[in-house]
């Protein structure tokens, strides 16, 4: 996408912060230039993101405080959320398309969690090199785990 593609997306975002975003997140190497094209005289640059750079390794997620957490959870939600307003800003049929969203609280061993895990990645693994194809349409998928503080009532 462009970065004017990424302002449109985000409308509640001021243009000079999604620019400096981008130019943050490519020097950091998270995004990189996919094409580069004339515009009105301007170069026009199209960014794509570095999957293997855009993760955070489960020693960075070790080490991060409870804050670090807090704020990158709080992303994700944002970035989440903005990913549905704009679905949901199309030509949207949540029950065509099987939108979900459901919440379970589930009990589990460290045992029963860690088979969980290893079955989620078994489904979700064979997909996720699927790229653009006849009938295909990109989806957002995006599990959650987390112990609860205290056993729902």
């Given at each position: 996408?462009?970065?004017?593609?990424?302002?449109?997306?985000?409308?509640?975002?001021?243009?000079?912060?999604?620019?400096?975003?981008?130019?943050?997140?490519?020097?950091?190497?998270?995004?990189?230039?996919?094409?580069?094209?004339?515009?009105?005289?301007?170069?026009?640059?199209?960014?794509?993101?570095?999957?293997?750079?855009a993760v955070i390794s489960a020693e960075e997620a070790a080490s991060a405080t409870v804050d670090d957490h807090r704020r990158?959870?709080?992303?994700?939600?944002?970035?989440?959320?903005?990913?549905?307003?704009?679905?949901?800003?199309?030509?949207?049929?949540?029950?065509?398309?099987?939108?979900?969203?459901?919440?379970?609280?589930?009990?589990?061993?460290?045992?029963?969690?860690?088979?969980?895990?290893?079955?989620?990645?078994?489904?979700?693994?064979?997909?996720?090199?699927?790229?653009?194809?006849?009938?295909?349409?990109?989806?957002?998928?995006?599990?959650?785990?987390?112990?609860?503080?205290?056993?729902?009532?």
């Amino acid at each position: 996408m462009t970065t004017a593609e990424l302002c449109a997306r985000l409308p509640d975002v001021s243009q000079a912060t999604v620019y400096r975003h981008v130019g943050t997140l490519t020097d950091a190497g998270i995004l990189e230039v996919a094409g580069e094209q004339r515009v009105r005289g301007f170069v026009e640059r199209s960014y794509r993101l570095r999957p293997e750079r855009a993760v955070i390794s489960a020693e960075e997620a070790a080490s991060a405080t409870v804050d670090d957490h807090r704020r990158v959870f709080a992303t994700a939600m944002a970035v989440l959320l903005a990913e549905f307003g704009s679905y949901l800003d199309g030509d949207p049929d949540p029950a065509a398309d099987l939108v979900g969203y459901r919440q379970h609280a589930i009990w589990l061993t460290e045992d029963e969690r860690a088979k969980l895990i290893a079955g989620l990645r078994e489904a979700i693994l064979p997909v996720l090199g699927n790229g653009p194809g006849e009938g295909r349409r990109p989806h957002l998928l995006s599990p959650i785990l987390f112990p609860v503080a205290s056993p729902p009532e």
